[in-house]
């Protein structure tokens, strides 16, 4: 029996495994026969069609117990605060920052992961695979006996606060604060916690993460496929009273099926379409040392293309601890206006461009064109400070989830989650002006 330590490591590679309990349970040399090993039933996940290049194919065999097909007819169940649904409110342009979103206390009212999600914000339309969401979940006990699989979507979760052991089809995960996991499309997977538990989703309407090309850096930087490790199989063959709960995501809606016998009785796979999780610290800082920035697209982890070279519909990106070394430079973010739409999270430490107010477990969103950057005192201390080589960042860890759509919020970001910090705006108040018509050598810090 395989244990929670053990993966394949590797990003998109052609991988197989076979739980250690039924040995030789992968076919050899095909992957349909009339009769699988072990009387298992084979069945393919496909992850892209059919006849796509075969760089960007993507499909599994799995061999299983029982065909994922064994179920009861799905019916519509209530969608608590996930919404797919834009133009709720009306568009709000200004520059939005939330305090910790509160975690349901389990003694009040037990939320598992899936009740526990809720929309902050999106764009998009999941019907025709061109879009995306960002949620919150905010859960205190595990999925018993409830599975889930989302239909059109890819989805990358940031866990902020407390553990998630994820059993898929393909093995099971432990993903920790500082982790991120990718669940990739029609994937059923089950999610326990051993505490209340906070984090941050990212879904993806059918569109692959991939990783960044890398250009003039070369072959080897920012995250390596090394560091990406994909679970073993893994199987258990129970009955469950009453039956499980299979919980299907489809064109923006809940729905759930029932069925006796549990999903993740999957003996053996093989295939390069498999769910995985990285650990953020492996990840190989770029940063200029001589002068100026790097614009941040230097600390992309993972992309989704557009049909537009050089435009994604989703960039996960993060700000890790790094030196700064930069002369001359002011070095914290610059002030910006984007084309891209910025939502950040915080999973732990303090920003450096905003020392209060943007805490972990909070968020902020900066959508197209609305100007942001670093408070008036970040700014003050940037401009004096004695330009020595030091860290940045130690003990933090900020993300960025990046669009290049337009980004709606929800009622639940904007009202609901009551959670909105109302005073935002008051960081950038102090700012005034340096101006000196006369002298276009301003001092330089000693």
């Known amino acids: 029996m395989c244990s929670i330590g053990e993966y394949i490591s590797g990003f998109g590679n052609e991988c197989a495994s076979e739980d ?122 595990s999925m018993e006996n409830r599975i889930a699989h989302h239909c059109p979507v890819f989805f990358c979760s940031v866990p902020q606060k407390g ?59 920012l995250a390596n496929p090394r560091d990406f490790l994909i679970p073993v199989a893994w199987y258990e063959d129970r009955q469950v009273p009453g039956g ?72 996960f990106v993060i700000f890790p601890p790094r030196w700064g070394v930069a002369d001359k430079t002011f070095r914290p973010p610059y002030y910006h206006r984007n084309c891209m739409s910025e939502f950040m999270g915080l999973i732990r430490g303090h920003y450096e461009a905003k020392q209060g107010g943007f805490l972990p477990g909070g968020g902020s969103l900066h959508s197209t064109m609305t100007p942001h950057g670093p408070d008036a005192d970040c700014f003050e201390k940037a401009s004096k400070a004695k330009l020595a080589p030091e860290r940045i960042a130690d003990g933090t860890m900020a993300f960025m989830f990046e669009s290049s759509l337009s980004l709606a919020v929800t009622k639940w970001g904007l009202k609901a989650s009551k959670c909105l910090d109302e005073n935002y705006y008051k960081c950038w108040e102090p700012l005034k002006s340096h101006f000196t018509p006369n002298s276009r050598n301003p001092a330089e810090p000693n």
Not at 203 to 211: D, I
């Open 244 to 315: 499980y709960t299979v919980i299907n995501k489809y064109q923006g809606k809940l729905f759930a099926a029932k069925q006796d016998v549990s999903p993740f009785n999957v003996v053996a796979w093989h295939g390069n379409y498999t769910p995985y999780k990285y650990n953020l610290k492996n990840f190989m800082v770029i940063n200029s040392v001589a002068f100026d920035h790097a614009d941040p697209s230097i600390f992309t982890v993972l992309t989704a293309k557009s049909v537009r070279p050089g435009v994604a519909i989703a960039d």
């Open 20 to 141: 250690p309990r039924c040995p030789g349970s992968l076919p050899e040399g095909q992957n349909n026969p009339q009769v699988c090993p072990y009387n298992l039933y084979a069945e393919q996940l496909s992850g892209s069609a059919f006849t796509c290049p075969r760089s960007t194919n993507k499909r599994s065999w799995l061999y299983r117990i029982l065909p994922s097909v064994s179920h009861k007819p799905f019916e519509s169940i209530d969608e608590g605060h996930v919404t797919h649904n834009w133009d709720e409110v009306d568009p709000d342009p200004n520059q939005l920052r939330w305090k910790p979103f509160e975690i349901p206390k389990a003694s009040q009212k037990k939320v598992d992961f899936v009740s526990g999600l809720h929309t902050l914000c999106g764009a998009g339309d999941i019907k025709s695979n061109n879009g995306l969401a960002i949620h919150i979940f905010l859960c205190n006990t």
């Open 163 to 221: 553990n998630l052991l994820i059993y898929t089809e393909f093995g099971k995960m432990l993903v920790q604060p500082n982790e991120i996991c990718v669940i990739q499309r029609g994937m059923r997977f089950s999610i326990d916690v051993f505490e209340e538990t906070r984090g941050y989703l990212l879904e993806v309407y059918g569109v692959h993460f991939e990783l960044p090309d890398l250009g003039p850096i070369g072959a080897n930087g």
